[in-house]
């Protein structure tokens, strides 16, 4: 089992920053990627960035390239989200996602965080 805890949402105007981090504890070494997803309201849970523990490879999904960075520290076992020039439509509840290989669809992903709010005001 793989414990996730998401931490660092809250409410930012359009155009700012935020930092999400994600704390991984458990059995970590049974997954290789990280990654974040988000669900806004009335939509489906979607693919913002992905990164692994080895070697550090990081993908992301167009919307957010060149404005969200993802990173790992893995002596602590923590994954972030540097969150920049932020927009009314980055609105959402931001996903922590585990799994053992890289994947856009959330099934990909066997263990999840409970989540963090980011709210971007206009």
């Known amino acids: 089992q793989v414990q996730l805890v998401e931490s660092g949402g809250g409410l930012v105007q359009a155009g700012g920053s935020l930092r999400l981090s994600c704390a991984a504890s458990?059995?970590?070494?049974?997954?290789?990627?990280m990654a974040w997803f988000r669900q806004a309201p009335g939509k489906d849970r979607e693919f913002v960035a992905a990164?692994?523990?080895?070697?550090?490879?990081?993908y992301y999904a167009d919307s957010v390239k060149g404005r969200f960075t993802i990173s790992r520290d893995n002596a602590k076992a923590t994954v972030s989200l540097q969150m920049n020039s932020l927009k009314p439509e980055d609105t959402a509840v931001y996903y922590c996602?585990?799994?053992?290989?890289?994947?856009?669809?959330?099934?990909?992903?066997?263990?999840w965080g409970q989540g963090t709010q980011v709210t971007v005001s206009s």
């Open positions: 996602a585990a799994g053992q290989n890289i994947g856009v669809v959330p099934t990909t992903y066997d263990y």
């Open positions: 458990g059995r970590t070494f049974s997954s290789n990627v």
């Open positions: 990164i692994t523990w080895r070697g550090g490879s990081t």
